[in-house]
């Protein structure tokens, strides 16, 4: 049985998710833009912060509320801090290192308990097992003028390719997909690895 | 009714708060640097004995006593210690005034009887003092000219009608008048005060500066002088102090919760709102923990607050047990009563609440929000301000595609104006499908910007085949090509 894009998407609330690959922040994005209420971001203060104006398409900038932790320890603490108080609708959360089990699960019991659903953002497989899903996203390259060329009905021509590396629940897949500005959504292009 | 005023000096107010804190059994000095070496700031009389004064170096003073104890001056611990018997002595009268550096006016006027008589209440003012361990010199006069000759030069009670009598066989500088002017005086053959009143005041005046009657004027009352009193300081402190000492978390929040419930209404009839709380607990050992709290609004909403207290109370170590505790608003700022509103209410408190609470383990500067500034470079197009001092931008203003990732600008490999066709960046091999641009911007030339010194640049959004899609620029006044963003 073939799992399919909206089993999975919009990502499970009040559970803690990973993202990684170059295409992450955009997942986070969308995430923060699909969200409801404030949405607190937060990151080491080393790190440039998001920018506001490329994030304006997917998500008003003025809903962000930025925490900058001078380590990972804090980071995590703070993303705990703000899961568990339920008072913001996302928690994104920017993790330069591995993320143990204990810290994982911490989270994860956090965002139960607030209600809150958790998007952070790690590199290459430097996850935890306690998270819901891991997802692994990149920039998808569509073959210029093709059947599938975007710019030919009139889209954004961007696409990604969201690859569902770790499922607590289901099996794993891949997709192609695309952000809708219009309808604030995001859309499957292909299926499977197409 | 007749004026009366008690002039209070302390002559060695700095010398005996420093000897009361920390007694010492030896000659003992106050230093403070000035003039370009330490000085003897204050001293005490059996530092005196070895002819030591005040204003002498610390290095002359070490050779003619070397026993000589001292300690650093604190100018501004004894302005703050005078205030506190500034306070003090409204058991005396409600109106005290502070006198320069080390005195008290005290206008008692109609107030003596409650203490017995004008004699009894400066034998009242002495006694208590000794006990505290300072030397007070008095006067009591109808003007707290005379009554300041009086403390400083010699102590008593000048009865109305016998002003001029007490004061007029005291120097000149009795009359609180400077130095030089005093010198001046004295080179003519005045040296007290009778004298100067017996000369005539047309030739004063035109003599010396206006001060000289002014200050004669006023010790004898033909000017009016006024006391200035202390503003009554508002503070927001609440202590509950135990008959048996607490430890468990429960019973200490439940303390802590009658404080937060008192201090609130407080700031409710003052219609302030606390911005930093701080709970300070006195152990059986006489240890002192406390625990701070930064609020993100001004607030004084006891539950609230209590809950926000919970994780620095709970990290308390309360050893043999807590006997007192004392809950102070450290910061206040108005906070007017406010309609309630249907529509915002709980979900925006609990936000506040958050700032909070990430604010006490991060920093509250450190939680930030976006505002967009009015600028076409595209780092400059936002500013990130406190979020604890801001509300949030209704809308945000619409522009170009920007990428969401902004950086210094990284230096590549390419050639001629349109984006090169392969390069490396952060260590990859990058080819490029497709290219859209160039969009230029131009340089602020009002502002000094030390990036934007190669001029124009024009920018390119690319995808490559590796999956990045990237926002180069190229600077076609300096040729080169730079990654300044990218999309994801």
Redesign the interface.
């Known amino acids: 049985m073939s799992l399919t894009f909206s089993s999975v998407y919009p990502l499970k609330p009040a559970r803690a998710h990973e993202v990684c690959g170059?295409?992450?922040?955009?997942f986070a994005?969308i995430a923060a833009g699909t969200a409801r209420?404030?949405v607190?971001w937060i990151s080491e203060?080393w790190r440039?912060?998001?920018?506001?104006?490329?994030?304006?398409?997917y998500c008003?900038?003025?809903?962000?509320?930025?925490?900058?932790?001078?380590s990972q320890l804090?980071v995590l603490?703070?993303a705990e801090?703000?899961l568990r108080?339920?008072?913001?609708g996302l928690v994104v959360a920017e993790v330069s290192g591995t993320i143990g089990l204990t810290e994982g699960r911490r989270l994860q019991l956090a965002a139960e308990a607030g209600g809150t659903t958790a998007v952070l953002l790690i590199p290459e497989g430097a996850g935890s097992n306690a998270a819901e899903t891991r997802w692994r996203c990149?920039?998808?390259?569509a073959p210029?003028g093709g059947p599938h060329d975007p710019r030919q009905n009139g889209h954004d021509?961007?696409r990604w390719?969201w690859s569902l590396i770790k499922n607590k629940i289901g099996t794993l897949s891949e997709w192609v997909v695309r952000w809708d500005a219009a309808s604030h959504r995001v859309i499957v292009v292909s299926e499977a690895g197409g | 009714m007749q004026r009366r005023i008690v002039s209070l000096w302390f002559p060695r107010l700095a010398a005996e708060r420093s000897l009361r804190a920390r007694p010492v059994d030896a000659p003992f000095a106050l230093s403070l640097f000035d003039r370009n070496s330490e000085r003897l700031y204050d001293l005490c009389p059996r530092a005196e004995g070895f002819g030591l004064n005040r204003g002498m170096t610390l290095v002359h003073a070490r050779s003619f006593c070397p026993g000589l104890l001292t300690r650093p001056a604190d100018p501004a611990a004894d302005q703050r210690f005078l205030k506190l018997l500034a306070r003090w002595a409204t058991r005396y009268c409600p109106w005290v005034g502070i006198d320069g550096r080390d005195g008290l006016f005290l206008d008692i006027t109609g107030s003596a009887h409650l203490m017995g008589g004008e004699e009894p209440l400066l034998d009242d003012i002495r006694a208590r003092l000794a006990r505290a361990g300072l030397t007070a010199r008095l006067g009591l006069a109808g003007t707290p000219g005379t009554a300041w000759a009086l403390s400083h030069f010699a102590e008593g009670i000048a009865v109305p009608g016998e002003t001029l009598t007490r004061i007029g066989a005291l120097p000149l500088s009795a009359l609180r008048l400077a130095d030089q002017t005093c010198t001046a005086l004295e080179r003519l053959g005045i040296a007290t005060v009778s004298q100067l009143h017996n000369l005539p005041r047309a030739t004063i005046a035109r003599r010396f500066d206006r001060d000289v009657l002014f200050r004669l004027d006023q010790a004898l009352g033909d000017l009016p002088e006024q006391i200035s009193p202390l503003g009554e300081e508002q503070a927001f402190a609440v202590r509950i102090t135990l008959p048996d000492p607490i430890g468990l978390l429960d019973d200490v929040m439940a303390a802590a919760r009658r404080l937060t419930e008192h201090l609130c209404r407080r700031l409710d009839t003052a219609q302030k709102g606390a911005r930093a709380l701080k709970l300070t607990f006195r152990r059986v050992d006489q240890e002192n923990q406390a625990v701070e709290l930064k609020l993100a609004r001004p607030m004084r909403d006891g539950e609230r607050i209590l809950a926000l207290f919970e994780r620095g109370v709970s990290a308390v170590d309360a050893g043999y047990g807590i006997d007192m505790i004392r809950l102070e608003a450290v910061e206040v700022e108005p906070l007017g009563l406010r309609q309630l509103d249907r529509s915002e209410g709980l979900e925006k408190d609990s936000l506040d609440d958050l700032i909070t609470q990430l604010g006490n383990r991060v920093g509250l500067e450190n939680i930030l929000r976006f505002q967009p500034v009015d600028s076409h470079i595209p780092e400059r197009s936002f500013k990130l301000v406190p979020a604890a001092c801001s509300r949030p931008v209704p809308a945000w203003p619409a522009h170009r595609p920007r990428p969401l990732r902004l950086f210094a600008p990284e230096p590549i490999t390419g050639t001629g104006f349109e984006p090169p066709q392969r390069f490396r960046w952060r260590g990859r091999a990058l080819s490029v499908i497709e290219a859209e641009g160039p969009e230029r911007i131009t340089p602020a030339w009002w502002e000094e910007d030390a990036s934007w010194v190669k001029g124009l640049r024009d920018y390119w959004r690319i995808a490559t085949h590796q999956g990045q899609r990237l926002w180069l620029f190229h600077t076609p006044q300096h040729p080169a090509w730079f990654v300044q963003g990218e999309f994801g």
């Open positions: 170059d295409g992450a922040l955009v994005a209420g404030a607190v203060s440039p912060t998001v920018n506001p104006e490329g994030l304006a398409p008003d900038p003025g809903r962000l509320l930025l925490t900058r932790a001078d804090n603490a703070s801090t703000a108080s339920g008072a913001a990149a920039g998808a390259t210029a021509s961007t390719r």
